[in-house]
Protein backbone atom coordinates (compact mmCIF):
# COMPACT_ATOMS: atom_id res chain seq x y z
CA UNK A 1 0.00 0.00 0.00
CA UNK A 2 2.77 2.34 0.53
CA UNK A 3 3.68 1.86 -3.06
CA UNK A 4 0.32 2.59 -4.02
CA UNK A 5 0.14 5.65 -2.23
CA UNK A 6 3.37 6.67 -3.81
CA UNK A 7 2.03 5.91 -7.64
CA UNK A 8 -1.55 7.34 -6.62
CA UNK A 9 0.70 10.60 -5.85
CA UNK A 10 2.39 10.30 -9.06
CA UNK A 11 -1.01 9.47 -11.18
CA UNK A 12 0.47 6.23 -12.31
CA UNK A 13 -3.33 4.88 -11.53
CA UNK A 14 -3.11 1.82 -12.89
CA UNK A 15 0.04 0.67 -10.91
CA UNK A 16 -2.12 2.43 -8.20
CA UNK A 17 -4.79 -0.33 -8.67
CA UNK A 18 -2.63 -3.17 -9.13
CA UNK A 19 -0.78 -2.55 -6.09
CA UNK A 20 -4.48 -2.26 -4.34
CA UNK A 21 -5.56 -5.08 -5.37
CA UNK A 22 -2.73 -7.26 -4.73
CA UNK A 23 -2.89 -5.28 -1.00
CA UNK A 24 -6.46 -6.40 -1.25
CA UNK A 25 -6.09 -10.44 -1.93
CA UNK A 26 -3.68 -10.62 0.76
CA UNK A 27 -5.26 -9.07 3.56
CA UNK A 28 -9.17 -11.02 2.42
CA UNK A 29 -6.89 -13.88 3.03
CA UNK A 30 -5.61 -13.49 6.36
CA UNK A 31 -8.77 -12.24 6.85
CA UNK A 32 -8.08 -8.97 8.01
CA UNK A 33 -11.07 -7.00 7.36
CA UNK A 34 -10.02 -2.95 9.06
CA UNK A 35 -7.02 -3.22 5.84
CA UNK A 36 -9.11 -4.48 3.28
CA UNK A 37 -11.48 -1.25 4.33
CA UNK A 38 -8.73 1.35 4.44
CA UNK A 39 -7.84 -0.13 0.71
CA UNK A 40 -11.04 0.31 -0.77
CA UNK A 41 -10.10 4.65 -1.15
CA UNK A 42 -7.57 4.13 -2.43
CA UNK A 43 -8.82 1.47 -4.87
CA UNK A 44 -11.42 3.87 -5.42
CA UNK A 45 -10.10 6.76 -6.42
CA UNK A 46 -7.47 5.43 -8.68
CA UNK A 47 -10.40 3.80 -10.57
CA UNK A 48 -12.43 6.67 -10.28
CA UNK A 49 -9.63 8.97 -12.43
CA UNK A 50 -8.82 5.90 -15.29
CA UNK A 51 -12.88 6.32 -15.56
CA UNK A 52 -12.81 10.13 -15.98
CA UNK A 53 -9.40 10.08 -18.03
CA UNK A 54 -11.72 7.88 -20.60
CA UNK A 55 -14.83 9.68 -20.91
CA UNK A 56 -12.56 13.20 -20.76
CA UNK A 57 -10.93 11.70 -24.52
CA UNK A 58 -15.12 11.93 -25.98
CA UNK A 59 -14.01 8.87 -27.90
CA UNK A 60 -16.70 6.41 -28.50
CA UNK A 61 -16.02 3.07 -30.48
CA UNK A 62 -18.70 0.92 -31.42
CA UNK A 63 -17.03 -2.43 -31.36
CA UNK A 64 -19.53 -5.34 -33.47
CA UNK A 65 -17.08 -7.34 -35.09
CA UNK A 66 -13.93 -8.32 -34.29
CA UNK A 67 -12.14 -6.99 -31.23
CA UNK A 68 -9.18 -4.52 -31.80
CA UNK A 69 -5.71 -5.25 -31.65
CA UNK A 70 -4.05 -4.16 -28.46
CA UNK A 71 -2.02 -2.29 -30.47
CA UNK A 72 -5.09 -0.09 -32.13
CA UNK A 73 -6.71 0.39 -28.55
CA UNK A 74 -7.35 3.98 -27.86
CA UNK A 75 -8.77 5.62 -25.03
CA UNK A 76 -12.29 5.76 -24.78
CA UNK A 77 -15.63 4.48 -24.17
CA UNK A 78 -16.35 1.41 -26.22
CA UNK A 79 -19.83 0.00 -27.00
CA UNK A 80 -19.71 -3.90 -27.57
CA UNK A 81 -22.67 -5.07 -29.41
CA UNK A 82 -24.64 -8.14 -31.49
CA UNK A 83 -23.25 -10.06 -32.33
CA UNK A 84 -20.14 -9.96 -29.64
CA UNK A 85 -21.06 -10.85 -26.25
CA UNK A 86 -20.46 -10.40 -22.31
CA UNK A 87 -17.76 -12.32 -22.70
CA UNK A 88 -15.92 -10.50 -25.84
CA UNK A 89 -16.64 -6.99 -23.31
CA UNK A 90 -14.49 -8.65 -20.32
CA UNK A 91 -11.97 -9.52 -22.77
CA UNK A 92 -11.80 -5.90 -24.30
CA UNK A 93 -11.35 -4.59 -20.78
CA UNK A 94 -8.69 -6.93 -19.79
CA UNK A 95 -6.79 -6.08 -22.94
CA UNK A 96 -7.07 -2.58 -22.12
CA UNK A 97 -6.00 -2.88 -18.60
CA UNK A 98 -2.97 -4.22 -19.88
CA UNK A 99 -1.89 -1.99 -21.87
CA UNK A 100 -2.55 0.88 -19.55
CA UNK A 101 -5.58 2.66 -21.43
CA UNK A 102 -8.46 3.92 -19.48
CA UNK A 103 -11.43 2.84 -21.19
CA UNK A 104 -14.92 2.22 -19.69
CA UNK A 105 -16.75 -0.91 -22.00
CA UNK A 106 -20.48 -2.01 -22.10
CA UNK A 107 -21.79 -4.72 -23.23
CA UNK A 108 -25.17 -4.12 -25.13
CA UNK A 109 -27.64 -7.22 -25.72
CA UNK A 110 -30.79 -7.09 -28.88
CA UNK A 111 -33.29 -4.25 -27.60
CA UNK A 112 -36.13 -5.76 -25.42
CA UNK A 113 -39.53 -5.62 -27.02
CA UNK A 114 -40.11 -2.77 -24.73
CA UNK A 115 -37.23 -0.58 -26.63
CA UNK A 116 -35.10 -1.26 -23.58
CA UNK A 117 -30.68 -2.05 -24.05
CA UNK A 118 -29.99 -5.24 -21.76
CA UNK A 119 -26.63 -4.69 -20.54
CA UNK A 120 -24.52 -7.19 -19.10
CA UNK A 121 -20.83 -7.39 -17.35
CA UNK A 122 -18.78 -10.77 -17.11
CA UNK A 123 -16.43 -11.28 -13.69
CA UNK A 124 -16.39 -13.69 -11.11
CA UNK A 125 -20.32 -13.23 -11.57
CA UNK A 126 -22.75 -12.23 -14.20
CA UNK A 127 -23.99 -8.89 -13.55
CA UNK A 128 -27.11 -7.86 -16.29
CA UNK A 129 -29.60 -5.32 -16.42
CA UNK A 130 -31.29 -2.87 -18.83
CA UNK A 131 -31.13 0.98 -19.63
CA UNK A 132 -32.92 3.11 -22.27
CA UNK A 133 -31.41 3.59 -25.41
CA UNK A 134 -29.74 7.17 -25.81
CA UNK A 135 -31.79 10.27 -26.82
CA UNK A 136 -32.79 10.35 -30.91
CA UNK A 137 -30.76 13.79 -31.01
CA UNK A 138 -27.42 11.67 -30.67
CA UNK A 139 -28.11 9.40 -33.47
CA UNK A 140 -26.44 9.56 -36.86
CA UNK A 141 -28.42 10.89 -39.47
CA UNK A 142 -27.21 8.37 -42.09
CA UNK A 143 -26.20 4.73 -41.44
CA UNK A 144 -22.33 5.37 -41.36
CA UNK A 145 -20.00 3.32 -43.26
CA UNK A 146 -17.94 0.50 -41.54
CA UNK A 147 -15.36 1.69 -39.06
CA UNK A 148 -13.05 0.27 -37.53
CA UNK A 149 -13.18 -0.68 -33.98
CA UNK A 150 -11.02 1.84 -32.70
CA UNK A 151 -12.23 4.47 -35.01
CA UNK A 152 -14.43 6.58 -33.01
CA UNK A 153 -17.63 8.09 -34.19
CA UNK A 154 -19.04 11.29 -34.35
CA UNK A 155 -23.07 11.49 -33.29
CA UNK A 156 -24.97 14.05 -35.31
CA UNK A 157 -28.98 15.38 -34.90
CA UNK A 158 -31.53 14.27 -37.08
CA UNK A 159 -34.97 14.66 -37.43
CA UNK A 160 -37.20 12.06 -36.83
CA UNK A 161 -37.91 11.11 -40.21
CA UNK A 162 -34.56 10.34 -40.72
CA UNK A 163 -34.33 8.46 -37.50
CA UNK A 164 -32.65 5.27 -38.08
CA UNK A 165 -33.53 1.75 -35.81
CA UNK A 166 -32.98 1.97 -32.23
CA UNK A 167 -30.17 -0.35 -33.04
CA UNK A 168 -28.38 2.10 -34.66
CA UNK A 169 -28.42 4.43 -31.65
CA UNK A 170 -24.78 5.97 -30.88
CA UNK A 171 -24.60 6.70 -27.66
CA UNK A 172 -23.05 9.53 -26.13
CA UNK A 173 -19.99 9.57 -23.30
CA UNK A 174 -22.61 10.68 -20.86
CA UNK A 175 -24.84 7.48 -21.65
CA UNK A 176 -21.75 5.18 -20.77
CA UNK A 177 -21.23 6.74 -17.68
CA UNK A 178 -25.14 6.78 -16.75
CA UNK A 179 -24.80 2.61 -18.11
CA UNK A 180 -21.95 1.93 -15.74
CA UNK A 181 -23.64 3.42 -12.72
CA UNK A 182 -26.53 1.10 -13.65
CA UNK A 183 -24.73 -1.59 -13.53
CA UNK A 184 -22.89 -1.08 -10.30
CA UNK A 185 -26.58 -0.35 -8.61
CA UNK A 186 -28.03 -4.07 -9.79
CA UNK A 187 -24.70 -5.36 -8.34
CA UNK A 188 -25.09 -3.86 -5.05
CA UNK A 189 -29.19 -4.81 -4.96
CA UNK A 190 -28.60 -8.24 -5.90
CA UNK A 191 -26.40 -8.50 -2.17
CA UNK A 192 -29.02 -9.65 0.87
CA UNK A 193 -28.23 -7.24 3.02
CA UNK A 194 -29.53 -10.12 5.70
CA UNK A 195 -26.78 -12.08 5.05
CA UNK A 196 -23.82 -11.78 7.79
CA UNK A 197 -21.47 -8.73 7.34
CA UNK A 198 -18.40 -11.82 6.62
CA UNK A 199 -20.52 -12.97 3.72
CA UNK A 200 -21.78 -9.48 2.23
CA UNK A 201 -18.15 -8.91 2.16
CA UNK A 202 -17.58 -12.45 -0.19
CA UNK A 203 -20.40 -11.53 -2.40
CA UNK A 204 -19.38 -7.43 -2.52
CA UNK A 205 -15.60 -8.79 -3.31
CA UNK A 206 -17.30 -10.71 -6.62
CA UNK A 207 -19.48 -8.12 -7.70
CA UNK A 208 -16.60 -5.39 -7.53
CA UNK A 209 -14.43 -8.29 -9.86
CA UNK A 210 -17.33 -7.80 -12.32
CA UNK A 211 -18.09 -4.03 -12.01
CA UNK A 212 -14.76 -2.44 -11.05
CA UNK A 213 -15.46 1.38 -12.29
CA UNK A 214 -18.44 1.64 -9.47
CA UNK A 215 -17.42 3.72 -6.84
CA UNK A 216 -20.63 2.84 -4.28
CA UNK A 217 -19.45 -0.97 -4.69
CA UNK A 218 -15.96 0.21 -3.38
CA UNK A 219 -17.90 1.68 -0.22
CA UNK A 220 -20.08 -0.83 0.53
CA UNK A 221 -17.28 -3.23 0.87
CA UNK A 222 -15.82 -0.97 2.96
CA UNK A 223 -19.05 -0.68 5.26
CA UNK A 224 -19.30 -4.66 5.57
CA UNK A 225 -15.50 -4.88 6.07
CA UNK A 226 -15.86 -2.95 8.83
CA UNK A 227 -19.24 -4.56 9.98
CA UNK A 228 -17.57 -8.16 10.14
CA UNK A 229 -14.55 -5.92 12.31
CA UNK A 230 -17.12 -5.11 14.39
CA UNK A 231 -18.45 -8.78 14.76
CA UNK A 232 -15.38 -9.67 15.94
CA UNK A 233 -13.93 -13.55 16.29
CA UNK A 234 -17.59 -15.14 15.96
CA UNK A 235 -17.65 -13.47 12.66
CA UNK A 236 -14.50 -14.40 11.49
CA UNK A 237 -15.02 -18.28 13.22
CA UNK A 238 -18.64 -18.15 10.94
CA UNK A 239 -16.46 -17.23 7.34
CA UNK A 240 -14.00 -19.83 8.36
CA UNK A 241 -17.11 -22.77 8.52
CA UNK A 242 -18.22 -21.46 5.78
CA UNK A 243 -15.18 -22.04 3.49
CA UNK A 244 -14.97 -25.33 5.33
CA UNK A 245 -18.57 -26.33 4.56
CA UNK A 246 -17.46 -25.57 0.34
CA UNK A 247 -14.43 -27.07 0.49
CA UNK A 248 -15.60 -30.39 2.23
CA UNK A 249 -18.46 -30.40 -0.68
CA UNK A 250 -15.82 -29.88 -3.43
CA UNK A 251 -14.25 -32.84 -2.16
CA UNK A 252 -17.66 -34.55 -1.45
CA UNK A 253 -18.40 -34.03 -5.75
CA UNK A 254 -14.59 -35.43 -6.21
CA UNK A 255 -15.26 -38.48 -4.68
CA UNK A 256 -18.34 -39.11 -6.29
CA UNK A 257 -16.91 -38.46 -10.00
CA UNK A 258 -13.77 -40.62 -9.18
CA UNK A 259 -16.62 -43.17 -8.09
CA UNK A 260 -18.91 -42.58 -11.21
CA UNK A 261 -15.33 -43.17 -13.44
CA UNK A 262 -14.29 -46.77 -11.21
CA UNK A 263 -17.73 -47.82 -12.14
Not at 141 to 151: D, F, G
Not at 157 to 175: G, H, K, N, Y
Not at 187 to 205: C, F, G, M, N, T
Amino acid sequence: MERASAALVERRYFDCERHCLEALELAHQQPDYERMARICLPLQEARRQKRDQAADSRRIFVVDDQLPAPDQLRAGCYLVKPPRVGLDGRMLREMCEKKDIPAIVITREPTTRTGFWPIVALGPITIRTRIGPPPAETRPTTKPRKKKATEPVEPAPVSAATAPSADDVLPPVEWFLAAAEVLGDAAIASVDPARPAYARVEDLLMRLGTVPDHEKLHQRLAEACMQALRDGPLGGKARADLLGEVEDLVLDVDDLEQDEEIN
